[in-house]
């Protein structure tokens, strides 16, 4: 099957987005992975002084694991899909906490940041080049600024691809069918197989001039589906922990 890319993948998220966070929150540990991630950012005092950027915060979930990591510090995201985001508006947020309808591109031309940390959940297998937007998120990052990339990567193992394709045809991609987005669902099971395993998402960030890159699983079912991916801008990785 053809993989959906950037605005037409924007669209289908558009018309997911009413019954995504129902379907979502019958995955076990959903939210408290994402909280997980955002917590491995370990900002310091509580991210008092910091401004992060949700890069692809969808309907809100990671905005929601950012403010409980850092409750103190200020988070703009931003995702492509207008409707992810239009749900994202709905939800209740604390006045330090914006929402943008950009691309990671297009945060690039706002002139804003540098920012202390970047997250980005989900992203990365969906963009076209996922080299480009690490650059541009290198390139939004201040010295020794954090980055945590939650991705669906799988470990390497084939016990790992086995179970991702099982509860994929099991129950994902059936999920989907109910609420008429069985292409978007397709996509979510296609683009964990072809994308990176870990050891090859942690040379690309590497490859991006990225340091202190390491990864992590998450608990439950997914791990060895789900990794948080951690790094820093560049080798001044005391400049955010002298704050």
């Not at 997980?36 to 969808?58: F, K, M, N």
């Not at 604390?94 to 990671?104: D, Q, S």
């Not at 591109?105 to 540098?114: D, I």
């Not at 080798?235 to 704050?243: G, P």
Request: hydrophobic content about 45%; aromatic content about 8%.
């Amino acid at each position: 099957m053809t993989l959906l890319r950037d605005h037409d993948l924007a669209r289908a998220f558009d018309h997911a987005s009413p019954t995504y966070d129902l379907l979502t929150s019958f995955n076990p540990g959903y939210r408290t992975d994402l909280l997980r991630s955002a917590r491995r950012l370990r900002l310091p005092l509580a991210g008092a002084g910091l401004h992060i950027l949700d890069l692809g915060c969808g309907t809100g979930a990671s905005t929601r694991a950012l403010l409980r990591a850092a409750p103190r510090a200020r988070i703009t995201a931003v995702d492509a899909s207008a409707g992810m985001l239009r749900c994202a508006l709905a939800k209740p947020w604390p006045a330090r906490v914006r929402f943008r309808h950009l691309t990671a591109e297009e945060v690039a031309t706002t002139g804003e940041g540098p920012y202390d940390a970047v997250f980005a959940s989900y992203l990365f297998r969906n963009v076209t080049d996922p080299d480009g937007v690490l650059k541009t998120v290198r390139s939004l990052l201040g010295p020794g600024g954090r980055l945590a990339v939650h991705e669906y990567s799988l470990s390497g193992s084939a016990a790992h691809r086995a179970l991702w394709t099982a509860v994929c045809q099991g129950v994902i991609i059936p999920a989907g069918a109910l609420s008429g987005d069985r292409a978007l669902y397709r996509h979510l099971w296609r683009s964990v197989l072809d994308f990176d395993t870990v050891p090859a998402f942690t040379a690309r960030l590497i490859d991006a001039g990225f340091t202190g890159v390491r990864a992590a699983p998450v608990a439950g079912w997914q791990t060895g589906i789900v990794h948080t991916f951690l790094a820093r801008n560049d080798s001044a990785a005391a400049a955010l922990d002298a704050r």
